[in-house]
């Protein structure tokens, strides 16, 4: 060993202690962290199929592909990143000896060629995505990008390390080379050569080129040691386990989506016959409230800013990003775990918890924040202001998009939860919908009695359950398709194609009551647990003595599909639920309904975020569509899983947009940018929200916002009423 050798070599130990002590002291810090949220027992059931998922989606980066050059990018930058730990490792042989290698493989012509070309595609995918977050800086106000209010140094930061990584990587390859250490041929790392081909034959060269780059590897460790915040850097190791707790590893896309977690108190799930507010936690009040796997979340995200990207709120300009808001809650708890890990925090009465000799020697910047309310407004010091709770419309957008599998929307309504069951705290206008709820069982409050008004001068009749012998589907209406003039012709138009179908269906007409989903998207589980029992216990009657494959039910409504398809599970009902536009489509393609007219003018689709992305289903209405033109429909830019909302989820529907522009009006004018005449919708709130969004426009006499049972029922019997023009005034 010479004596640049002993220089390198002491160098490189001393800086690689300092980064593994403070290393090691992180993430012992970020696991306390973590370790103070709720339990989620649920979340280490079916080990194996978390573990095939983990390793698809990051071995295949399958979330990540869905943008392609991106995912490309990232693919060689991780996979390289994976590849540039054996060779920083491999530095650490270089610093001691200029000849110096990694043991066993280290000198293997197989090595050296995945290396190289990893190296090289790497250098690649980093320069891409460079160049990607270059172009997307929102260096000023009008550059707003999914970059927006990411903390841009440290994306910067973590991009040039790994580009200077790359290039030592090279350069010591080089030296090698130029000082004829070099075994590889020039076949297998034609880059290394022709590196070395410019690079003087220096024998201390391989050594100060191999500690250079451990200092830069060492400072990347020492850096995002001392910021544990930093995601963009994190995320290489806690995207595994974040993957792996996901929600439902079962589910080939959409964990988080679909329904939603049940209210849980100490990680069981909360009956509200037994559920006490002072000794049960209901909803989220405090940033230790969300379970281990939220703080997982939260310490996760990588601020990449997809789902704010897609998000309608934050294109419309409202105060909610995705991105932001778990930026907020992963500050805020780091910000407040000293406090809380010396004790602190309120307990359900609202008590401090910790003695005053605990709290002594606290730092006052972690005591303010534990001041902190979780939902204010600014002036409130307030950690989520009520405008980003409130702005949400649970579309899933986020949860669709997110690389990581981060669940916003739970995290979202948990809050909720604990604002309207024990603040009562929410838009004032949400109110009236859920007395309405509560006492007519409707979120309209029309007459139970008028359930059945829809069936009125239909030419056949609609049975009900308990009246007909035998039925092969309930046909559940939804309130809307009760209720709502414009909804009520598409039950029409779904009942007269089945009866046209000859399928044998029967309804709950009075018996029937408001699925609960818009009571449980605001946050109001009480009343979502009233209804759904209530229903539960119909349906189970309605179906006595039937296996679950028999227990069918076809619904209009994706709001009442998934709630009562996913969520009447966790309360004891099983059902197989379909969507009209599933049932409409077996029926054409098993010959029973026949499109006769195509429908003219041309047809755009619009998906609803409760069929398509929470639900995965974007084929059917499609394949109806596409039998009743006889072509092709046109797709708007964002459709399917990247789908556009209309604006009335997560009980939006009921709530007034006061903030931005209005988000009916800017899925309005994508749809008519396509020059259909009719935009078909397989949902009631999206047909009204849309509806408002075409007469707002003044185009109401151009284009037609219709259901796709509608469009369907014109071609098959142009002449029937329910197909008529829908000008029906919108509700709600
Ligand atoms: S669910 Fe939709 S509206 Fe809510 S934060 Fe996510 S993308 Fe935005
Ligand atoms: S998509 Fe996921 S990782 Fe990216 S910013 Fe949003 S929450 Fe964070």
């Known amino acids: 060993m010479g004596s640049v050798q002993i220089v390198t070599t002491i160098l490189a130990a001393a800086i690689t202690a300092v980064a593994v002590w403070l290393a090691v002291r992180a993430v012992m810090k970020m696991t306390a962290v973590i370790r103070l949220g709720q339990p989620a027992p ?21 979330r990540m592909l869905k943008w392609s050059v991106v995912g490309a990018a990232h693919w ?24 110096g290698g990694l043991p066993i493989v280290g000198h293997w012509t197989v090595f050296g060629l995945v290396t190289e070309w990893i190296g090289i595609l790497g250098l690649v995918g980093i320069l891409v995505l460079m160049a990607i977050r270059l172009r997307n800086r929102p260096n000023r106000p009008e ?6 209010g ?12 790994v580009l200077l990584v790359l290039i030592f990587g090279f350069v010591i390859r080089g030296f090698k080379v130029a000082t004829d250490n070099f075994e590889y041929p020039v076949w297998a790392t034609p880059l290394s050569h022709a590196v070395g081909s410019v690079l003087p034959d220096w024998a201390a060269g391989v050594s100060v080129a191999a500690l250079i780059k451990i200092v ?39 964990s988080g989506l679909g329904p939603l977690r049940p209210m849980t108190s100490e990680g069981k799930p909360l009956d509200f016959e037994e559920a006490d507010p002072e000794k049960d936690q209901f909803g989220v009040a405090q940033v230790e409230q969300f379970t281990w796997k939220g703080l997982l979340d939260f310490s996760t995200c990588t601020e990449c800013g997809r789902c704010q990207s897609q998000c309608p709120a934050w294109n419309t300009g409202k105060p909610l990003s995705p991105k932001l808001l778990v930026l907020s809650l992963r500050d805020h708890a780091y ?13 359900l009465t609202g008590e401090e918890k910790a003695t005053e000799a605990q709290l002594a020697h606290m730092d006052v910047l972690a005591l303010a924040e534990a001041d902190r309310p979780l939902i204010g407004t600014a002036e409130e010091g307030g950690v989520i202001d009520p405008d980003v709770l409130w702005s949400c419309t649970t579309c899933g957008a986020c949860v669709e998009q997110c690389p990581v599998d981060i669940e916003h929307v739970d995290h979202i309504v948990d809050m909720r939860r604990y604002q309207v069951l024990i603040e009562s705290s929410f838009p004032s206008e949400a109110g009236v919908m859920l007395r309405n709820l509560e006492n007519k069982g409707n979120p309209w409050g029309a007459p139970q009695n008028t359930r059945e008004d829809w069936t009125k001068g239909l030419d056949f009749e609609v049975p009900r359950v308990g009246e007909v012998e035998d039925f092969e589907y309930l046909f559940w209406v939804g309130c809307a398709g009760a209720f709502e003039d414009r909804a009520k012709k598409t039950t029409r138009a779904v009942a007269t ?15 029937e009551t408001c699925s609960g989903d818009p009571a449980r998207r605001i946050g ?40 009562l398809g996913n969520e009447y599970g966790q309360l004891g009902g099983e059902f197989e639920v379909v969507h009209h536009t599933q049932l409409l489509a077996h029926l054409v393609s098993a010959g029973k309904l026949t499109p006769v007219q195509p429908v003219d003018g041309g047809v755009t689709y619009h998906d609803p975020c409760y069929l398509g992305r929470h639900n995965r289903i974007f084929a059917a209405p499609r394949e109806v569509l596409g039998d009743s033109m006889q072509g092709e429909l046109t797709e708007m830019p964002r459709n399917s899983e990247r789908s556009f909302c209309c604006g009335a989820g997560g009980a939006r529907m009921w709530m007034e947009e006061k903030i931005g522009k209005r988000i009916n009006v800017d899925r309005v004018e994508e749809a008519m940018s396509t020059g259909a005449k009719t935009i078909a919708v397989g949902c009631p709130f999206c047909s009204t929200m849309l509806n408002d969004g075409v007469n707002g426009k003044g185009a109401g006499e151009d284009v037609e916002v219709v259901d796709v049972a509608s469009v369907l029922l014109r071609s098959v019997k142009p002449d029937a009423p329910a197909g008529e023009k829908e000008t029906a005034p919108a509700a709600g």
């Open 216 to 254: 830069i590897s060492m400072t990347w460790l020492i850096v995002i040691s001392l910021n544990v915040t930093m995601g963009v850097a994190w995320h290489r190791f806690l995207a595994f386990p974040n993957i792996f707790f996901k929600r439902d590893p079962q589910k080939a896309a959409g």
């Open 76 to 99: 060689f930058v991780m996979v390289g990143f994976i590849v540039l730990s054996l060779l920083v490792l491999e530095a650490y042989f270089e610093v001691v000896s200029t000849g």
């Open 42 to 62: 649920e979340r280490f059931a079916d080990k194996g199929a978390r573990t095939t998922k983990m390793l698809v989606e990051t071995a295949g980066h399958t």
């Open 524 to 563: 109001n589980e009480f009343v979502f647990q009233m209804l759904a029992q209530q229903n539960v216990e119909t349906l189970n009657e309605a179906f006595d003595g039937r296996e679950k494959s028999k227990r069918k039910i076809v619904a209009t409504c994706p709001h009442c599909f998934n709630t």
């Open 335 to 347: 910000a407040k775990a000293p406090y809380l890990l010396a004790g602190g925090g309120k307990d």
């Open 150 to 161: 990411s903390t841009m140094w440290q994306g910067y930061f973590v991009e040039w390390v």
């Open 497 to 511: 194609l089945l009866n046209e179908a000859g399928v044998s269906f029967a309804i709950l007409g009075e018996g």
């Open 143 to 148: 550059n707003r990008s999914r970059f927006t």
